[in-house]
C-alpha cells in the first residue's frame, strides 16, 4: 500500500491562478502555447461548456440510472477535453484519446433509451419538463462544441473520433430529452402554426 493520500490522482493544483495567460496565450497538453482564440482552444472551452450543462441537467435527472449514465459521460467529456487539448501528432502517441468503445457505449445507450420512445411524426420543440429542456440546452451546446471541433480540425487536424464522439453524443442527449418529456405532452412542431 502507498504512503500517498490518494493514488489515483491525475492531476493536482495546488495554486489555481499562474498568470500564464494573462497576456491572451494558454497552453496546450503538450506544453505548447497558443492564443486563447485558437480554434483548438475554443472546441475544448466548448466542450468544457457541455460538462458544466451536464452538471445543470443532472441537477434534474430523478433517475438514477440516468444520473450514473450522465456521471460517465462527465467524466468522458474531460477525456475529449484532454484529447482535443494535445495536437494529433506521432509525437504525441499514446496520450488519452477518446475510444471507439466509448462511441460504441453512446450508441448502446441511444438504442436502449429511443427503444421505449413513441414514433416521431415531427420535429422536437425544445422544452417540456424542465429535464428535457435542460438536456436541450447540452444538446445545443454539444452541437456547437461538434461545429468548433470540425473548423479546429480544417486547421489542425483533430483525432478523428472526438468528432465522432461529438456527434453520437448530441444524438443521446436528444433522445434523452425526448425520455425525459415520456408520460407527458412531448412538444412538437407545428409547421406555420403560429399564423
Known amino acids: 500500500m502507498s504512503d500517498a493520500p490518494n493514488d489515483d490522482i491525475v492531476v493536482r493544483l495546488d495554486r489555481i491562478y499562474t498568470r500564464g495567460g494573462d497576456l491572451g496565450e494558454t497552453s496546450l497538453g503538450d506544453g505548447h502555447r497558443v492564443a486563447k482564440h485558437n480554434a483548438r482552444v475554443a472546441a475544448y472551452g ?7 450543462a451536464f452538471g445543470v441537467a443532472r441537477l434534474h ?7 450514473a449514465w450522465l456521471v460517465r459521460i462527465q467524466n468522458e467529456l474531460f477525456d475529449l477535453g484532454a484529447d482535443l487539448c494535445v495536437p494529433f501528432t506521432p509525437e504525441n502517441d499514446g496520450r488519452l484519446r477518446v475510444t471507439q468503445e466509448q462511441i460504441d457505449g453512446l450508441e448502446a445507450l441511444c438504442d436502449a433509451f429511443n427503444e421505449s420512445l413513441p414514433e416521431l411524426k415531427s420535429f422536437v420543440l425544445p422544452g417540456g419538463s424542465e429535464a428535457a429542456a435542460r438536456l436541450h440546452v447540452a444538446r445545443t451546446v454539444c452541437r456547437r462544441a461538434e461545429r468548433e471541433a470540425i473548423a479546429a480540425d480544417s486547421v489542425h487536424p483533430l483525432h478523428p473520433l472526438a468528432i465522432v464522439y461529438l456527434n453520437r453524443l448530441s444524438d443521446l442527449l436528444f433522445i434523452l430529452a425526448r425520455g425525459a418529456n415520456a408520460g407527458g405532452d412531448e412538444p412538437l412542431w407545428k409547421p406555420g402554426g403560429s399564423r
Request: no cysteine.
Open 46 to 52: 466548448t466542450v468544457d461548456e457541455l460538462n458544466a
Open 61 to 67: 435527472s430523478a433517475d438514477v440510472v440516468w444520473d
